[in-house]
């Protein structure tokens, strides 16, 4: 079949097929007998997203997020787990939070605002929204699409948004049945737009070789190119620790990425947040530090210089912090007193060889680090549709900025999630 394009309105192309008419263009002298209708237009392109047709992107959400279904549960999970699933309740304060193994997870806002895109300009209310009302792009993949297209985004890497609390499970087989859960309805939410909605796994790290043969089902049945992990410790481990070798070992046979994203109020041990009471500041010292502690322990603790061919993304914590980290870290690799890493390479070699990191489009160190690490070492992302995310306007927002080169914008608003995801 061959497919040539016939005319483009902003956001929903027309097609012609070999072997049909089009209907008249304006200038057309036709009558219109024997031409398509608008609704056979629809399916026509409708059918056109099933071909394997090349895509280029130029424009990719490296963090967006979904809405789970409150009924995930009840539809996905092994029966042997559904009664001990995760639950949404109503807390005695009026506000919907997540039960777990007996333990109720949630911001004191609660989880109705998790789905507020629009809440950080405030022209959404969070603070009396329910879940359900959440973006509906979030739950239905078919809304989400013309919400991409209205930034000319080309394609979005989804994480979870309910699914952040999973590493507060302790039971390993309770986790691993809501991560095979989560991922195939993941797969189902993903599968009508397959070359611009990549869902992201979530992986049960309460146990090695649970996680591992979750990758692996991931990878080979599902066809996902990467893997999302807390950067808090599980089972009081973190990432270098020589139980997660196996793992890493699998990272690199099957060639996935691994995305370390921060969740709020997560139910895992969170440096800092003991110290301050309001959400803000919680907020900003949980998401930057503990992606700085993941960063200590792939790049200082041997990780990426053990596993040459891992790739490590840092999301949602900010961009700016990674100069100063590299920089401290090479300072003590060049210092004989202080070197006791074992590495081969200087941290910021690793870095350059084996991470990415996300920045937030208002960032005003951007332009900075793209200098310092490269624009292909950048990652950018909606955080679509959470309160906090940028929605709509998020590409322009780098696309504006007068002192990126043409170049630099290219790799920071696609180059960087090609290099990460390992997407062509």
């Known amino acids: 079949m061959v497919v040539s394009l016939m005319r483009a309105t902003p956001g929903y192309p027309v097609w012609s097929v070999l072997g049909t008419r089009v209907r008249p263009q304006a200038n057309d002298v036709e009558t219109g007998r024997g031409y398509r209708s608008w609704a056979e237009d629809r399916i026509v392109l409708r059918n056109l997203r099933r071909l394997p047709m090349a895509r280029t992107y130029n424009v990719i959400d490296a963090d967006g997020h979904i809405l789970e279904p409150v009924d995930i549960w009840e539809k996905y999970i092994d029966p042997a787990y559904r009664e001990r699933a995760p639950r949404m309740i109503v807390d005695t304060d009026g506000k919907e939070r997540l039960l777990v193994e007996g333990k109720v997870l ?52 989804l994480y979870p948004s309910l699914g952040l609390f999973s590493g507060a499970v302790q039971d390993p087989g309770l986790a691993a049945a809501m991560c095979r859960a989560y991922n195939r309805w993941l797969a189902d939410y993903c599968k009508p737009y397959p070359d611009r909605l990549f869902g992201v796994a979530m992986l049960p790290m309460q146990s090695i070789p649970m996680a591992i043969e979750e990758m692996r089902f991931a990878r080979k049945e599902l066809g996902m190119r990467g893997g999302f992990l807390r950067p808090n410790p599980y089972n009081n481990r973190m990432l270098h620790h020589p139980d997660y070798t196996p793992f890493w070992n699998e990272v690199e046979e099957l060639d996935f990425s691994i995305g370390l994203h921060e969740g709020a109020s997560g139910g895992m041990p969170q440096v800092g947040v003991d110290r301050f009471a309001n959400r803000g500041a919680r907020h900003i010292i949980s998401h930057t530090m503990e992606m700085m502690l993941a960063a200590m322990s792939v790049i200082w603790e041997g990780v990426c210089d053990r596993h040459p061919k891992v790739r490590v993304g840092f999301l949602e914590s900010g961009g700016g912090w990674i100069a100063p980290w590299l920089d401290r870290m090479d300072r003590h690799f060049d210092d004989q007193g202080f070197n006791d890493s074992g590495l081969t390479m200087r941290p910021s ?59 630099t914008k290219r790799q920071i608003l696609a180059g960087g999630a090609k290099g990460f995801y390992g997407l062509k």
């Open 106 to 157: 949630g911001s004191p806002k609660g989880l109705g605002l998790i789905g507020g895109i629009g809440a950080r300009q405030g022209t959404i209310d969070d603070v009396t929204m329910k879940y359900v009302e959440g973006r509906p792009g979030g739950f239905d993949p078919h809304a989400r699409i013309p919400d991409m297209d209205l930034d000319g985004i080309d394609a979005a890497f």
């Open 349 to 407: 070699e690793l870095f350059q060889r084996n991470c990415w990191i996300s920045f937030e489009p208002v960032e005003g160190s951007l332009s900075v680090l793209a200098d310092y690490i490269g624009p292909h070492k950048i990652l950018w992302a909606t955080d679509y549709p959470h309160p906090d995310g940028f929605f709509p306007g998020a590409p322009k927002l780098i696309a504006d900025r007068p002192e990126l080169s043409a170049e």
